[in-house]
T-cell receptor, first 110, second 112 residues
Framework: EDKVVQSPLSLVVHEGDTVTLNCSYEVTNFRSLLWYKQEKKAPTFLFMLTSSGIEKKSGRLSSILDKKELFSILNITATQTGDSAIYLCAVAYNNNDMRFGAGTRLTVKP | NAGVTQTPKFQVLKTGQSMTLQCAQDMNHEYMSWYRQDPGMGLRLIHYSVGAGITDQGEVPNGYNVSRSTTEDFPLRLLSAAPSQTSVYFC???????????FGPGTRLLVL
């Protein structure tokens, strides 16, 4: 069965900490892996990864994909309270399928 | 550009009632999708469309119908609402050949 598993499901840190969020997957005909950030409403796009070992970076956020071991990590350095959100991992596979993980709820305390 | 819009924002239904959740996008995207989000379960794909006149089932299609008569609109119909359909519903669109989806603000549905 196709699945996407995120860990941890919940994480509480203090401002300035570095966090690593994990996403593993098992799907047929993998196309890409995407990370989204969801605050109060709609998810917003962070990164798309298609190739192993190539880091995507945007400010304090970075992500990398390992297609051999079937996982991705999202790193956030020097966390801020504005980073508090649910982080969603999604995998595109087959022709048009998309499967999301359950998400990691990150809380950053001042 | 308004992006992806959804109406209503919130709806309460009684068991057995029917309703239509509206979704529209003004980006001329070929692909449109409907997801439901439940606590602890992420987003699950209900139905999707790859273009006007073409729809297909996702992971959890039972109890829902869709149609795509125009590129812009992709309504989701609940035929006979059940409490298990209480959820937050998101519509999303993307351009053909691209994976990045743009999400609407969501519709919160409560079925009593």
């Amino acid at each position: 069965e196709d699945k996407v598993v995120q860990s941890p499901l919940s994480l509480v840190v203090h401002e300035g900490d570095t966090v690593t969020l994990n996403c593993s997957y098992e799907v047929t005909n993998f196309r890409s892996l995407l990370w989204y950030k969801q605050e109060k409403k709609a998810p917003t796009f962070l990164f798309m990864l298609t190739s192993s070992g190539i880091e995507k970076k945007s400010g304090r956020l970075s992500s990398i994909l390992d297609k051999k071991e079937l996982f991705s990590i999202l790193n956030i350095t020097a966390t801020q309270t504005g980073d508090s959100a649910i982080y969603l991992c999604a995998v595109a596979y087959n022709n048009n399928d998309m499967r999301f993980g359950a998400g990691t709820r990150l809380t950053v305390k001042p | 550009n308004a992006g992806v819009t959804q109406t209503p924002k919130f709806q309460v239904l009684k068991t057995g009632q029917s309703m239509t959740l509206q979704c529209a996008q003004d980006m001329n995207h070929e692909y449109m999708s409907w997801y439901r989000q439940d606590p602890g379960m992420g987003l699950r794909l209900i139905h999707y469309s790859v273009g006007a006149g073409i729809t297909d089932q996702g992971e959890v299609p039972n109890g829902y119908n869709v149609s795509r008569s125009t590129t812009e609109d992709f309504p989701l119909r609940l035929l006979s609402a059940a409490p298990s359909q209480t959820s937050v519903y998101f519509c999303a669109s993307r351009r053909g050949g691209q994976e990045t989806q743009y999400f609407g603000p969501g519709t919160r549905l409560l079925v009593l």
